[in-house]
């Protein structure tokens, strides 16, 4: 988390990539990735549109402290909502709990590396950041997150990090 914080804050520029960013699309809310688990669902939901608002913030050519803040918050936030679902899924026995902490320490790791190439290379950050989350979202929400979800809606009541 230190490395992703020195490199979300440190002081090389984001570029402001009003083209890059103009032919994304984002990706709305998907059904199927609705676990049945509120606070997860809740917070899925939370990352998307934080997401969104750096794809606005990027596309609208806003001001670079303005984006390394909204790229600090989103990275803030992934970090929390992983430790909270890694302690639900400890608390809770989940017999599958090294693969999906494995998928989170992935999601770091990536993270970290294109955060660090954003600063020797600005103008890839936009594109890359939003293009890989995008991607890992979709593909960790309906794949890890879904297996959880049923473990957890196995148990009466589901515990509390």
Not at 33 to 48: F, Q
Not at 65 to 89: C, G, K, N
Not at 115 to 134: K, N, Q
């Amino acid at each position: 988390m230190d490395r992703i914080r020195r490199a979300v804050e440190g002081p090389s520029p984001v570029p402001q990539a009003r083209g890059a960013m103009a032919k994304l699309s984002f990706i709305p809310w998907n059904p199927d990735w609705e676990t049945g688990v509120p606070k997860i669902d809740r917070e899925h939901r939370a990352m998307l549109a934080m997401l969104e608002g750096l794809v606005k913030a990027l596309a609208e050519g806003r001001e670079t402290r303005e984006i390394r803040s909204a790229v600090s918050m989103l990275t803030h936030y992934i970090q929390d909502h992983f430790l909270a679902e890694e302690a639900l899924m400890a608390a809770s026995g989940y017999p599958d709990l090294g693969r999906h902490r494995g998928a989170h320490d992935g999601l770091r790791d990536r993270l970290a590396r294109i955060v660090l190439h954003g600063r020797s290379e600005p103008r890839a950050l936009p594109t890359e950041l939003v293009g890989f989350l995008i991607g890992w979202f979709q593909e960790h929400f309906s794949g890890e997150d879904r297996r959880m979800a049923d473990h957890l809606r196995t148990l009466a009541p589901p515990p509390s990090p």
